[in-house]
T-cell receptor
Framework: KAGVTQTPRYLIKTRGQQVTLSCSPI?????VSWYQQTPGQGLQFLFE???????NKGNFPGRFSGRQFSNSRSEMNVSTLELGDSALYLC??????????FGPGTRLTVT | DQQVKQNSPSLSVQEGRISILNCDYT??????FLWYKKYPAEGPTFLIS?????DKNEDGRFTVFLNKSAKHLSLHIVPSQPGDSAVYFC????????FGKGTKLTVNP
């Protein structure tokens, strides 16, 4: 079974721009979660989608949004980028809601 | 507020010895506990889990212990191998996964 894939793997953007990250979950997994990893804060939960509906949301500003498509693929969008948004963005999929399987992440650098 | 604490940012052990990684939590609503391992430039890999109704779960060299009264979770790796060198995150599930900040384990040959 193929694992979770994320595109692109690396991205450089300028302050004020917006960015869209993509995640394809493991086949059959309907839950997709997004996390932000930074050296100071560790892994922080952004949001979870299940069957195209946002099921949970973390404490991030409204500039961070996401969506899930009918094939369970998910996208995450960050608008009006700030320097502090530089991080590794991780996507995880789950069948059971318990064990989550992570993709390799997208490294976003905001300059 | 930090609901999950991994108080040791790093740990170094000799190959063949036991590695013990610790995690403390504050939220009694957590009902499922997990450990993840992360290598540089890769996403976290699920390692082992335990539900709140158990106090121990084993999978090969890895054993997770849960002490609910102390709100303490630990991961034992026996024997430790150089390939185990990675960052280990504990995670707790309530409505969402809450991660600790990680402990970097180095296993020296």
């Amino acid at each position: 079974k193929a694992g979770v894939t994320q595109t692109p793997r690396y991205l450089i953007k300028t302050r004020g721009q917006q960015v869209t990250l993509s995640c394809s979950p493991i086949s059959g997994h309907r839950s997709v979660s997004w996390y932000q990893q930074t050296p100071g804060q560790g892994l922080q939960f952004l949001f979870e989608y299940f069957s195209e509906t946002q099921r949970n949301k973390g404490n991030f500003p409204g500039r961070f949004s996401g969506r899930q498509f009918s094939n369970s693929r998910s996208e995450m969008n960050v608008s009006t980028l700030e320097l502090g948004d530089s991080a590794l963005y991780l996507c995880a999929s789950s069948a059971s809601g318990y064990e989550q399987y992570f993709g390799p992440g997208t490294r976003l650098t905001v300059t | 507020d930090q609901q999950v604490k991994q108080n040791s940012p790093s740990l170094s052990v000799q190959e063949g010895r036991i590695s013990i990684l610790n995690c403390d939590y504050t939220n009694s609503m957590f009902d499922y506990f997990l450990w993840y391992k992360k290598y540089p430039a890769e996403g976290p890999t699920f390692l082992i889990s335990i539900s709140s109704i158990k106090d121990k779960n084993e999978d090969g060299r890895f054993t997770v212990f849960l002490n609910k009264s102390a709100k303490h979770l630990s991961l034992h790796i026996v024997p430790s191998q150089p390939g185990d060198s990675a960052v280990y995150f504990c995670a707790f599930l309530s409505e969402k996964l809450v991660f600790g900040k990680g402990t970097k384990l180095t296993v020296n040959p």
